[in-house]
C-alpha cells in the first residue's frame, strides 16, 4: 500500500481533527503517502482531494468540525455515483481508505470494499451508537457540553422554581440522554430504548415537589420526542408548566475532550495498520479498554447496547 485517502462523512463530531491527524502521521511515518478527500463521498465522485503533508495536519488537534468539511451525499447511494468514486479512486492511485463517521458513512465504505477497493471505518458520531465499540469519538464531548449546559439551566431553574425540559441529540439512541442526565442528576431521563410512561413522570415530578425540590430537570432524547413536545403532554396530563430548552448543534462543536482526542490518535493510527495489512470492511472500535479491529458488518446489526443497569440507577439516584 503506497497511498492511502482519507475523509469525513455524515455528522461531524469532535475529535475528527485529531483521527486525521492521526492517520496522516501514522502513515507518513510508515512510508505510506495521505490524500485527503475533501466534503465527503461528495467531494470522492467529483475527484476533490489534496495530497497531506506532516505540517497540513498540525494545528488541529484541538480543533471542533472537520478539517476535510463534511457532507451527506445522495449519488453514491446509486451505483452510478459509486462507480465515480472508484474511477476517481484509481486515477488518483489510492490504495485504501479510511472514511471517519457513523453508519451511514460505513454503509457507504461497504460498497467500495464489495467492489475491492478497502476500506477501515473509524467510528466518529456525538451518537454514541456504533454496535462493536464501547464508545465513539466526539462522544464525550459533546457529554461534557451538555453537562455544562445543564449545570447552567439548573442554576436558572432552582432560582425560579422551575421544572425544565432539555432535550439532546442522539438520533435513535439514548446514551447521550442517559450520561448527560445522570452526570447533571436530571430527575427524569428519558430515552428510545425504555418506554416512557407518562403517569410515573408525573408521580417522579410531584413525590420530588412534595419532599422539597425547587426545581426539576428532564432530559429527553431526541430519538423519543421533541422537547417541545413532551412539555404539551405534561401539561395535557397533569397542567405541569414547564420551560422547554433543544441544546441542538451545539453538542456537535467543541474543542475535543482530551479522551476524545487519545481516543482519536489509537482510532487513527490503527486503521492505518490494518489497511497496510490489507484489510478492507473492517471498523476500528474500542471493547474493555482494548483498541480492536472488527468485521464492519457487525456495526450494523441492531444487538442491544444501551446500558439497562446505568439508566436503572439514573433512576434510583434521582428519587
Ligand atoms: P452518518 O455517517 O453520520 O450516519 P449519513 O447517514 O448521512 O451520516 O451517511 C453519510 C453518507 O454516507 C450519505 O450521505 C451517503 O453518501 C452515504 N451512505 C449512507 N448510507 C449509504 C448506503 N446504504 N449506500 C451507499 N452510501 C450510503
Redesign the pocket.
Known amino acids: 500500500m503506497k497511498r492511502i485517502g482519507v475523509l469525513t462523512?455524515?455528522?461531524d463530531a469532535p475529535g475528527m481533527n485529531a483521527a486525521i491527524r492521526a492517520v496522516v502521521r501514522k502513515a507518513i511515518y510508515e512510508g505510506v503517502e495521505v490524500v485527503g478527500i475533501l466534503h465527503?463521498?461528495?467531494g470522492l465522485i467529483e475527484g476533490k482531494m489534496e495530497k497531506l503533508d506532516l505540517g497540513s495536519v498540525g494545528d488541529i488537534i484541538q480543533r471542533g468540525g472537520t478539517k476535510l468539511y463534511s457532507?451527506?451525499?445522495?449519488?453514491?447511494?446509486t451505483e452510478e455515483g459509486?462507480k465515480k468514486a472508484i474511477e476517481q479512486l484509481k486515477a488518483n492511485n489510492i490504495d485504501g481508505l479510511v472514511i471517519i463517521?457513523?453508519?451511514?458513512?460505513?454503509?457507504?465504505s461497504m460498497?467500495l470494499t464489495k467492489n475491492g477497493f478497502p476500506c477501515v471505518g473509524i467510528p466518529g458520531?456525538i451518537d454514541n451508537d456504533i454496535p462493536g465499540t464501547d464508545y465513539t469519538l466526539g462522544f464525550d464531548t459533546a457529554l461534557n457540553t451538555v453537562i455544562e449546559c445543564i449545570d447552567k439551566i439548573r442554576d436558572t431553574a432552582t432560582s425560579h422554581d422551575r421544572t425544565f425540559i432539555i432535550e439532546v441529540m442522539g438520533r435513535d439512541a439514548g446514551d447521550l440522554a442517559l450520561w448527560a442526565g445522570l452526570a447533571g442528576g436530571a430527575e427524569t431521563i428519558i430515552v428510545p430504548e425504555v418506554e416512557m410512561k407518562i403517569e410515573e413522570v408525573v408521580e417522579r415530578l410531584e413525590s420530588g415537589t412534595a419532599r422539597g425540590k425547587k426545581h426539576s430537570i428532564i432530559v429527553v432524547a431526541e430519538g423519543v420526542m421533541s422537547g417541545q413536545d413532551f412539555a404539551l403532554k405534561l401539561k395535557e396530563h397533569a397542567n405541569i408548566e414547564t420551560r422547554v430548552s433543544v441544546l441542538g448543534h451545539i453538542q456537535r462543536g467543541g474543542s475535543p475532550t482530551g479522551r476524545d482526542r487519545v481516543l482519536a490518535s489509537l482510532f487513527g493510527a490503527k486503521a492505518v495498520e490494518v489497511l497496510m495489512a490489507g484489510h478492507g470492511g473492517r471498523a476500528i472500535g474500542i471493547q474493555n479498554h482494548q483498541v480492536v479491529d472488527y468485521d464492519m458488518t457487525e456495526a450494523f446489526e441492531k444487538t442491544e447496547v444501551f446500558d439497562q443497569k446505568m439508566y436503572q440507577l439514573s433512576k434510583e439516584l434521582s428519587i
Open positions: 462523512s455524515g455528522g465527503g463521498y461528495q457532507a451527506r451525499c445522495p449519488e453514491f447511494r459509486q463517521g457513523g453508519d451511514g458513512t460505513y454503509r457507504g460498497t458520531t
